[in-house]
Structure formats: C-alpha cells, structure tokens
C-alpha cells in the first residue's frame, strides 16, 4: 500500500463548479499535512497546510481527520486558472515530505 | 520566486555518465531535501541535509549521494546513470516546516 494515496485523474469540469480531491495515508505518526500545486513542468508550490479543525482560503477548504487517516480539499467556483495537479502531502518528523501521485483538474469554459 | 534556485535546468547525458546537480537554498534555511519526479508522478524522497550533514534519506541507491556546503547550498550526485533516472530533479529548502522548491533539473539519460 503506498503511502499517500489520491483519487485518480483526471478531474475535467466547467468553469464554476465545485470539486473535491480525496487523500488517505498509511502512517499514524504523521504529523503534518499539507495541499501543493504543481503546474505542467513547473515545481510543487504550497497550496495550504491542513488541519486537523479545518481551514479555508477563499475558495479552497481543507480539512483532516485523524482517526481516518483522510485529508480532503474542495475547490469552490472553480476557475481556469485552477487547472493544475493537485498533490496530497504528508511529513512525519520534520524530514521527508511524502507527496501523493497527484490529482490533475482541467477547468473548461 | 521561492528564492531556491537550481542548476542546470536542462540536462542530457547517456547511460553510465556521472551528474551533479546544484541547488541554492533561500536565505536562512539551514535544511536542504532533494526529490525525484518521474513523468505522472509524485515527487520521491532522496535524502534529506541539516547543517552539513544527511538527516535522513528515502529508498534510493548508493549511488546517488549528496553534499551540503557551509552556506547551505547543496550537490546531488548520481553515479553510473541509468534510463530510470530520467526524471524532474527537485531541491526543497525549509527552516521549519514549509518548503520552498526550486524550479527543478530535468535529466534525461539516453
């Protein structure tokens, strides 16, 4: 079992409607938990940290459950300038980041 | 701009060549970490550097090995180059947990 796990790709939707990404991870211990962006053969940029009471930065909402070991992001109002691949990352003790294969979402109008 | 840069962006050597690749941390961050990203994947762990030294490293083999140097850029070597290791080359510094990536170094091994 690898240890972050996405939903499969890609995600193709309209300009203005709502999408939600799905993570899980296998080790309890993790610590902390986080969204990147990464566009088309460009490096992963920090979307947001998640936690575990939820947050929210303007359309996006993250949140994390512990017991089920599942982190989520909704993308509200989707805009073009969304299209990217979404990566669901996790870090256990302040060395490795370990990131998940990636969501990829294509906004259309 | 995340202030990490990395060099060369470009790179294309053949089967059985050595590599070194180059990364400047952003100003203040004292930990370097260094990711491989193949084609439709996530990026991989390669090893970790704290303050000169390796901090822990992920499921790759001896032949890829690493430096970081008293201003806390860092070298990523990669001996006897194999097809597999054509990837997207990813240097991260961080002082806490967020971490800042570089633009990245594409190798291609023909």
């Known amino acids: 079992r690898k240890e972050v796990e996405q939903d499969p790709g890609p995600f193709n939707v309209p300009e203005g409607a709502t999408v939600a990404f799905n993570c899980t991870y296998s080790n309890s211990a993790s610590q902390s938990f986080f969204w990147y962006r990464q566009d088309c053969r460009k490096e992963p940029k920090l979307l947001m940290s998640v936690y575990s009471s939820g947050n929210e930065d303007g359309r996006f909402t993250a949140q994390l459950n512990r017991a089920s070991q599942y982190i989520s992001l909704l993308i509200r109002d989707s805009k073009l300038s969304d299209s990217a691949t979404y990566l669901c990352?996790?870090?256990?003790?302040?060395?490795?980041?370990?990131f998940g294969k990636g969501t990829t979402l294509s906004v259309s109008s | 701009e995340t202030g990490v840069t990395q060099s060369p962006t470009h790179l294309i050597k053949t089967r059985g060549q050595q590599v070194t690749l180059r990364c400047s941390s952003q100003?203040?961050?004292?930990?370097v970490s260094w990711y491989q990203q193949a084609l439709g994947q996530g990026p991989q762990f390669i090893f970790q550097?704290?303050?000169?030294?390796?901090?822990g490293r992920g499921n790759f083999p001896p032949r890829f090995s690493g430096l970081q140097f008293p201003n806390y850029s860092s070298e990523l070597n990669v001996n006897a180059l194999e097809l597999d290791d054509s990837a997207l080359y990813l240097c991260?510094?961080?002082?806490?947990?967020?971490?800042?990536f570089g633009q990245g170094t594409r190798l291609t091994v023909v």
């Open positions: 100003s203040g961050h004292n930990t």
């Open positions: 990352v996790v870090n256990q003790a302040g060395t490795a980041l370990i």
């Open positions: 991260a510094s961080s002082s806490g947990t967020e971490a800042f």
């Open positions: 550097y704290y303050r000169e030294e390796e901090n």
